[in-house]
């Protein structure tokens, strides 16, 4: 069972309680904070989201149900905010990209990708298991459009580099978790080497 391994900037929720002076978190708020997700996380490995139950991760966290309740409205509300968290700190964790990446750096974009889900393995694998699986990759691409975008609009004018960045993103995602997978697992280094020359290999398709 991996260790609590999402950043802990900004996790807290904007109306939890606050130690007065410069706004920061009582001590004993974030160690709860903690508990509640590691408490989570050691649940989440062993039962699919809908079978935890409020009452079980308190015992696990050592609270009782009204401090989970001044944390999170829910479960679920507990299970949305550590995706997201995670999903930013993937996000935040690629260099910028641009769209003319998709053109001349596409080899370079996979590799980066890749190396960004290998970092955050044990807990993708926990957070988006079951229900959720196909959540995390359709938030990766959202948000990667989001920056491409917003760094150069030309991006949304082509069509093509949308549907490259999509393969890119799919293709590395499911590749590199197939792989994990497999009882026969490509060295790390030769499939990284592989999805870049995939990847560069799409550019050279006219269609």
């Known amino acids: 069972m991996p260790d609590l391994s999402i950043s802990e900037k900004g996790k807290g929720l904007d109306n939890r309680p606050s130690s007065g002076k410069g706004g920061f978190l009582d001590i004993r708020i974030e160690k709860t904070e903690r508990a509640i997700k590691q408490a989570f996380l050691t649940l989440r490995a062993k039962k699919p989201l809908e079978k935890i139950k409020v009452k079980d991760l308190c015992a696990l966290a050592c609270i009782n149900k009204s401090t989970f309740y001044a944390h999170y409205q829910d479960i679920f509300a ?24 998709l053109r001349s750096n596409t080899d370079w974009m996979t590799q980066e990708l890749f ?76 499939l990284v080497a592989l999805l870049g020359a995939i990847a560069r290999a799409t550019l050279n398709i006219e269609v």
């Open 115 to 190: 190396r960004a889900f290998a970092r955050n393995l044990e807990t993708v694998q926990v957070l988006f298991s079951g229900s959720r699986q196909g959540l995390l990759i359709n938030q990766i691409e959202h948000g990667l459009r989001e920056r491409i975008a917003a760094a150069d609009p030309t991006f949304l004018e082509e069509p093509a580099r949308g549907i490259v960045l999509s393969f890119c993103v799919h293709g590395c995602y499911y590749a590199f978790m197939n792989n994990n997978n497999s009882e026969s697992q490509m060295d790390e280094k030769r």
């Open 78 to 101: 507990l299970s949305t905010k550590m995706e997201q968290d995670l999903i930013e700190e993937i996000l935040s964790g690629l260099p910028p990209l641009r769209g003319g990446d």
